[in-house]
């Protein structure tokens, strides 16, 4: 007697063994076995969809700018969530923007509405979902300061909305991050009264400090709440500055940085991480706790 077989059929648009380093600020990444960019929340759907009919795991990525792939790359489903879905609207006191759309159109579009408060981003190269999910900031400030809305896609995927957030953001955590939730789409107030640099001059003083010539995911460890200095004022102690693995090194700007300065693996990356952490440890009693995310 014939068997019936039946197999979940893949959509068209998720592409099977896509190399990740084109889609990390580090250039480093092996294979997802599948991915895709979503231009629409039931293309996304589908793609999840997929996932849980046939038991893969799934992770979500924006521009992959605090990501650190392994060499290995990733078993299972990389969802990109970026320039097919980055349209926004403005209504005069609000901004809406959909997760995909680069951070810096924040500041672009308030200053067009004679506003700096988003100035701040500039620089910083992530998407609004990556910013949201990560409360990305600078300058004393973060997203969560002026986000009014999230729209997001639940672990049931529904799509909701959350407002009343401030009191959930902590530095660099957000209630969106880890949590099988996706954020579509984000909703901000143009605050007039917060008046911010300019965003030339904010990108000038950040590559008066910051390296931006070779590719990086920004600051590896963030700064530990009860340490009287910096993280990067104790790798700098450490003498971190120009220590190398293969062709991963930090930045002799910046120690905070770490630079794929050619072919440089996330191998490379992750013992330079671990010596960085050893010596901090040894000299300072400090756990330095990476900002970045190793998938
Ligand atoms: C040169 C340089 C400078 C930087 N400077 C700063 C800085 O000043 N301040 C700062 O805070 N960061 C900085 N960063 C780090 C990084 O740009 C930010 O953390 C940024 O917000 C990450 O956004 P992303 O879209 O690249 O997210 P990704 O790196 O792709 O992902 C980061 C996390 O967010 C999650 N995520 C992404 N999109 C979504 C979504 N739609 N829904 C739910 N979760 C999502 C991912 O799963 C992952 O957990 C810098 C990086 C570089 C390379």
């Not at 959350?162 to 902590?170: A, G, I």
Request: overall charge negative; proline content about 4%; aromatic content about 10%.
């Amino acid at each position: 007697m014939p068997t019936s077989i039946t197999r979940t059929t893949r959509p068209s648009f998720l592409q099977q063994d896509v190399y990740l380093n084109k889609y990390t600020t580090w250039n480093i990444g092996g294979p997802a076995r599948y991915f895709c960019e979503p231009g629409s929340i039931s293309e996304l759907q589908r793609g999840l969809d997929f996932a849980d009919e046939t038991g893969l795991n799934w992770r979500v990525i924006g521009n992959g700018s605090n990501l650190l792939i392994s060499d290995g790359g990733f078993d299972g489903l990389v969802v990109r969530i970026g320039p097919k879905f980055a349209d926004h609207v403005v209504d005069g006191q609000t901004l809406d923007v959909q997760s995909g759309a680069p951070l810096y159109k924040l500041a672009d579009v308030a200053n067009d509405y004679r506003c700096s408060c988003f100035n701040f981003v500039t620089g910083i190269p992530g998407t609004i979902g990556g910013a949201v999910a990560m409360n990305a900031g600078a300058f004393e400030y973060e997203v969560s300061d002026f986000l009014t809305k999230v729209v997001y896609l639940s672990e049931g995927g529904e799509v909701n909305e959350r407002d009343s957030l401030k009191d959930f953001f902590e530095y660099r955590r957000s209630p969106f991050l880890y949590n099988g939730e996706i954020v579509l789409g984000a909703e901000f107030r143009l605050d007039r009264s917060s008046e911010q640099p300019s965003m030339s001059e904010i990108l000038s003083t950040r590559r008066s400090k910051m390296p931006y010539s070779l590719p990086s995911a920004g600051s590896v460890f963030k700064n530990p709440s009860h340490a009287d200095k910096t993280a990067g004022e104790m790798l700098d102690l450490v003498g971190a500055k120009g220590m190398r693995v293969g062709d991963a090194v930090v930045s002799h700007q910046h120690a905070n940085f770490i630079l794929n300065d050619g072919q440089a693996t996330a191998q490379n990356v992750q013992n330079l991480i671990d010596i960085l952490q050893e010596r901090v440890y040894k000299e300072f009693g400090v756990t330095l706790v990476t900002e970045i995310e190793v998938i």
